[in-house]
């Protein structure tokens, strides 16, 4: 009896393994279908600024070390700010290790890691009285020209003075580093959710936005800001093609083969004695 059940739980785990990654697999092709019709409905909408605006830079075609940030500040009035103001932690403790890249003219390399524990300023200003975070600062990067990368100034550490309030941070005064922007979404959910049982639940209720909502709103806000301007189509701007659901699926779904692949050994009250 005992042994039917063993078998019967194997076979299942079978079964919810094949689902997971059956699972994994749709949603990996729907993804890539909608990823490609949005950014097809992107390029096909998107309007070429005649300004000067991208008159230089990587979405002129140049290198992102080219680019002159500081020319795009009159697209930004002022740095961002939040609807609800009441209550805002200024300082945030990273859940994760956020790594920083410079490039060599062929490739990444790890330049700068902000480990795991640091304490760092999630908003760097104020504007007019308000926490703010300028164009370029921490989450608030600018797109890169490949999907899932950033170019950004990292996060200031807890003990560093603020930054002087300004919409656009000059690659002339602040330092550039390519990012991964999961880096970068794993920060700001974190901050947003350690936030959940304070002030920052109901105002988020009230708007009826949710904190991936608020993230994806923060994190992209450049990029729609580039679009809208007719400076740049972000890659970023489309939906992901793969994200931890799909992840945690096949993780799952592996570890559920694996454990059936694995055989109960026979124990000694159960081997035949001749």
């Not at 009896?1 to 079964?15: D, E, S, V």
Request: hydrophobic share 40%; charged share 15%.
């Amino acid at each position: 009896m005992k042994k039917k059940a063993i078998q019967l739980l194997r076979w299942l785990l079978l079964l919810l393994g094949c689902i997971c990654l059956i699972t994994a697999g749709v949603r990996a092709v729907q993804q890539w279908q909608l990823h490609f019709v949005i950014q097809k409905q992107l390029g096909e909408e998107f309007v070429p600024a005649a300004s000067s605006y991208n008159a230089d830079g990587a979405y002129a075609g140049l290198p992102l070390e080219a680019t002159n940030f500081a020319g795009f500040a009159p697209l930004f009035s002022s740095a961002q700010t939040l609807m609800f103001q009441e209550g805002i932690v200024r300082e945030y403790t990273l859940p994760c290790d956020v790594i920083y890249y410079s490039w060599d003219g062929s490739d990444r390399i790890p330049a700068l890691v902000l480990d795991a524990g640091t304490e760092i300023l999630f908003f760097p200003t104020e504007t007019e009285g308000a926490p703010s975070i300028p164009a370029g600062y921490g989450i608030r990067s600018f797109p890169g020209l490949e999907t899932g990368w950033r170019y950004a100034v990292p996060f200031l550490t807890a003990q560093q003075p603020l930054m002087e309030d300004q919409a656009v941070l000059s690659q002339q005064d602040w330092d550039y580093y390519h990012v991964r922007l999961s880096d970068l979404e794993a920060v700001c959910s974190g901050y947003w959710n350690e936030q959940e049982w304070d002030y920052s639940l109901q105002s988020r209720r009230r708007m009826g936005i949710s904190v991936r909502e608020l993230c994806s709103l923060q994190l992209l806000s450049t990029d729609t800001i580039l679009y809208q301007s007719g400076i740049y189509q972000s890659p970023d701007l489309s939906v992901p093609l793969w994200d931890n659901t799909d992840t945690l699926l096949v993780s799952a779904g592996v570890a559920m083969i694996v454990l059936f692949a694995v055989h109960p050994k026979r124990t000694s009250s159960n081997r035949k004695v001749y």
